[in-house]
């Protein structure tokens, strides 16, 4: 982020300036480290760039937080300085994670804690990150804590790639078929239409559509691409915004499907951000905090906060977890089993694979049904259009056949 100051230098003329740090603490703290006095400081004003509209796009991806985590705990684990790490890691780096990076370096050398200079970086690092980190330093084991983290992000990225990956197939199909019609309306049909504009004759209903459509997608393509092309950035744009994410939250909570996806996923995200954090000591007060941090939809997390609101009035985990209703019931009964024996750590391990295990399956399904449906939508689309075409040919030959066959008029006597 750019601010802009105004500050005297040590040689006492006012000088003014850009400078692009994190935060307006890091950029007041790096003037007063050259030694100026800072007279006022305030955030840049531009236009906004691609990476503030369309923030999900430029996002630092987890896995390569999990690389950077495991090469940072090895290299500290090896002895070498935190700053000296930071720096051979920034060398190997790339985009918004080097330039975090670079920003963490800065603080660190303003006098901050290695989990304080994260938590400027909140774009890049989750909460669960920061506070590991501060554990780790508190504890003298900072290394075991950045690669219980890297594992954890590790097994995030997993259910995520696997959905991505399933979906991929039915996404290919889905834009082939949108090529294939766009071009067989913009390409092929018209000189066809053109002939069956001269051919004299009754033309099927359906060819008579197929015509309408394919002059009204030649007479307005400009438009059409223009609409298209609003549409595909403004929802876009939408989505990346609050209220856009809230709706799209709301879906996948609505939709029968998706909903049974989106529910075990939260339940696998649940467990494992429990289990790690109890494992590293913290108190489950504070562990409920994180996981509303760490929930993605905010249907879910409005029902988190309820859970963690009746944990604190003593009502235990698994009593509000069963009448928030957006859990599994096994969930709840392992958390439950957990709360009684002492071993709500082990337990919520086991969860957190089982329910990854089921979102691998319902995606798998959802794949299973969306594969088939849309290959009989593209069949259904191509078949339509081939008949309105095949049908007035076969009228048009049959025509000539019938006017060869009967030969000129005979001439006037």
């Not at 780096?93 to 603080?107: E, F, N, P, Q």
């Not at 235990?316 to 750590?345: F, I, K, N």
């Given at each position: 982020?750019?601010?802009?100051?105004?500050?005297?230098?040590?040689?006492?003329?006012?000088?003014?300036?850009?400078?692009?740090?994190?935060?307006?603490?890091?950029?007041?703290?790096?003037?007063?480290?050259?030694?100026?006095?800072?007279?006022?400081?305030?955030?840049?004003?531009?236009?906004?760039?691609?990476?503030?509209?369309?923030?999900?796009?430029?996002?630092?991806?987890?896995?390569?937080?999990?690389?950077?985590?495991?090469?940072?705990?090895?290299?500290?684990?090896?002895?070498?300085?935190?700053?000296?790490?930071?720096?051979?890691?920034?060398?190997?780096?790339?985009?918004?994670?080097?330039?975090?990076?670079?920003?963490?370096?800065?603080?660190?050398?303003?006098?901050?804690?290695?989990?304080?200079?994260?938590?400027?970086?909140?774009?890049?690092?989750?909460?669960?990150?920061?506070?590991?980190?501060?554990?780790?330093?508190?504890?003298?084991?900072?290394?075991?804590m950045l690669r219980q983290?890297?594992?954890?992000?590790?097994?995030?990225?997993?259910?995520?790639?696997?959905?991505?990956?399933?979906?991929?197939?039915?996404?290919?199909?889905?834009?082939?078929?949108?090529?294939?019609?766009?071009?067989?309306?913009?390409?092929?049909?018209?000189?066809?239409?053109?002939?069956?504009?001269?051919?004299?004759?009754?033309?099927?209903i359906t060819t008579r559509?197929?015509?309408?459509?394919?002059?009204?997608?030649?007479?307005?393509?400009?438009?059409?691409?223009?609409?298209i092309a609003i549409t595909?950035?403004?929802?876009?744009?939408?989505?990346?915004?609050?209220?856009?994410?809230?709706?799209?939250?709301?879906?996948?909570?609505?939709?029968?499907?998706?909903?049974?996806?989106?529910?075990?996923?939260?339940?696998?995200?649940?467990?494992?951000?429990?289990?790690?954090?109890?494992?590293?000591?913290?108190?489950?007060?504070?562990?409920?905090?994180?996981?509303?941090?760490?929930?993605?939809?905010?249907?879910?997390?409005?029902?988190?906060?309820?859970?963690?609101?009746?944990?604190?009035?003593?009502?235990?985990?698994?009593?509000?977890?069963?009448?928030?209703?957006?859990?599994?019931?096994?969930?709840?009964?392992?958390?439950?089993?957990?709360?009684?024996?002492?071993?709500?750590?082990?337990?919520?391990?086991?969860?957190?694979?089982?329910?990854?295990?089921?979102?691998?399956?319902?995606?798998?399904?959802?794949?299973?049904?969306?594969?088939?449906?849309?290959?009989?939508?593209?069949?259904?689309?191509?078949?339509?259009?081939?008949?309105?075409?095949?049908?007035?040919?076969?009228?048009?030959?049959?025509?000539?056949?019938?006017?060869?066959?009967?030969?000129?008029?005979?001439?006037?006597?």
């Amino acid at each position: 982020m750019t601010f802009r100051y105004v500050a005297i230098a040590p040689g006492g003329e006012q000088v003014s300036g850009a400078i692009d740090v994190a935060s307006e603490s890091q950029a007041e703290r790096a003037l007063w480290d050259a030694n100026y006095r800072v007279v006022s400081i305030r955030a840049a004003r531009k236009l906004p760039g691609l990476e503030q509209l369309f923030p999900s796009l430029f996002a630092v991806k987890k896995r390569a937080l999990v690389v950077f985590s495991r090469q940072l705990a090895t290299l500290l684990e090896s002895g070498v300085p935190v700053m000296r790490c930071l720096e051979l890691l920034e060398e190997q780096t790339s985009g918004s994670l080097a330039k975090a990076i670079h920003g963490i370096g800065a603080t660190i050398r303003g006098g901050s804690p290695f989990a304080d200079a994260i938590r400027e970086w909140p774009n890049v690092f989750p909460p669960v990150y920061s506070r590991m980190v501060e554990l780790g330093e508190r504890t003298g084991r900072l290394e075991d804590m950045l690669r219980q983290v890297a594992t954890y992000l590790e097994r995030e990225d997993e259910v995520a790639s696997r959905v991505r990956g399933a979906m991929a197939y039915p996404a290919f199909v889905l834009v082939l078929a949108v090529v294939v019609i766009a071009v067989l309306t913009t390409t092929a049909l018209p000189p066809l239409v053109q002939l069956f504009d001269e051919f004299e004759g009754d033309l099927p209903i359906t060819t008579r559509f197929l015509m309408a459509f394919t002059a009204f997608t030649s007479a307005f393509r400009m438009q059409i691409l223009a609409t298209i092309a609003i549409t595909v950035l403004g929802g876009g744009w939408y989505m990346s915004r609050a209220a856009g994410k809230r709706l799209l939250d709301r879906v996948q909570v609505a939709v029968p499907v998706i909903r049974g996806i989106t529910i075990d996923a939260n339940a696998a995200r649940f467990s494992r951000t429990l289990s790690v954090l109890i494992g590293a000591g913290l108190p489950l007060t504070e562990v409920m905090d994180m996981v509303v941090k760490t929930t993605e939809n905010s249907v879910l997390r409005r029902a988190v906060e309820g859970v963690r609101q009746l944990l604190l009035d003593g009502e235990g985990l698994s009593g509000p977890m069963a009448r928030a209703g957006c859990y599994p019931h096994m969930l709840v009964q392992m958390v439950a089993v957990g709360e009684e024996s002492g071993t709500l750590e082990g337990n919520l391990q086991i969860t957190a694979e089982f329910y990854a295990r089921e979102v691998d399956r319902r995606v798998d399904g959802l794949t299973a049904m969306l594969t088939p449906a849309l290959t009989l939508i593209v069949g259904g689309i191509v078949a339509f259009i081939a008949l309105s075409l095949i049908m007035p040919m076969y009228q048009l030959i049959g025509n000539l056949n019938d006017a060869t066959t009967t030969g000129p008029p005979p001439p006037p006597s």
